[in-house]
């Protein structure tokens, strides 16, 4: 009898699965390859069946004799340890990096003589299905885990600013194809800045924890990727607590407070303003407090140090991030407005020459030179684009609204904006 195999990534079977796997059994025993949450999550969303139950899935459908796990997107090591006669797949990954990927299946299966059988790929998901899909990953529970999750499969995480529901949708669909797969963006951050400044406000503050939580549950309502809050220096002890649970009952996946007391400002100021840091010790006991009134193991509490942006030196910055560690925090995030990366590299080295685990997070606005690789190397597990739909949003506007009053009529403006029927068909209409 034939050997033959098939790989699978998905967590949710439809028919064109089923389809699949009956024809490869037909071909002969058919073993069937998992792929490990962590190549899934490196190259689409983070499975909502972890890789345990997904083998039982699959050992208990009809036509599949073995169950095994692929721990690699490529198929070489599976293929050379199995040495199967046929390899079965769908059709349709002829095209970008899954091309580079079947190729490979093909020169490897000819060592031996075995052959790639293609079927065509049936199945085209409806609306329901994927809404349901869709509202199953958005559910509190489900959101608000998926970041420390992520943090473990992935090296780096890419995190883009969302400021109402609109961005929130860009950020949650916006796909590029580069040679190594799908690219997306991992998780939202919800900047105080620019939740802010698109309501004409200053970043003191002075937007409240329920304006905050409104623009939450906007970008709620329309994505489904795991949110990093910006909770500025997380307001008093006694109010964090409480504000504390509602994001975790929400979904929300973590919060960042900043070592800041009195009048918060902006850091993107550096030394032009006045801003005091709080003592670590207060700003430890409001993180034990903030840890001790959660109720999940799920959501983070992530300090953020501001001593590179005060002037205060790196010693400063390293004692205060291990102390704030101590305290419980679950990742830090060390700020910078350098012009240059320097600064922040050498903090990661050294904090990491003392602390090999907690996620360190970095924003890399002024030293924007630096790429994802280049800073997730030097020990970087999330990458946070805070103000960019913002600041892309605000001169596009600005030019048509100039254009518009030039001309006093919008013909001249128009080139310069979405066609009606593409800004109509953004919004799905359920
Ligand atoms: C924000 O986005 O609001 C931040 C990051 O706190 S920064 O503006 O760089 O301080
Ligand atoms: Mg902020």
Known sequence: MKKVYMCFSTDILHSGHMNIIRKASELGELTVGVLTDEVIASFKRYPLIPLEERIQMYQSIKGVSNVVVQDTLEYDNILNKLRPDIVVHGDDWRTGYQARIREGVIRTLEKWGGKLVEFPYTYTPTEETLSSLDQLLCMPENRRSRLKKLLQYKPCLSVMEAHNGLTGLIVERTKVETEEGIKQFDAIWVSSLCDSTVKGKPDIELVDMTSRIGTLEEIMEVTTKPIILDGDTGGLTEHFVFNIKTLERIGVSAVIIEDKTGLKKNSLYGTNVYQE???????????????????????????????????????????RCIAYVGAGADGIMIHSCKKGPDEVLEFCRRFREADKTTPIVA????YNSITEEEIAAAGVNIVIYANHLLRSAFPAMQRVAETILKHSRSLEADSYCMPIRSIIDLIPSE
């Open 277 to 319: 840091q709080e003592t670590i010790e207060n700003f430890c006991e409001k993180i034990r407090a903030g840890k001790n009134s959660l109720k999940t193991r799920d959501f983070m509490i992530i300090a953020r140090c501001e001593s590179l942006i005060l002037n205060k030196g790196m010693e400063d910055a390293l004692e």
């Open 363 to 366: 924003v890399p606005t002024t």
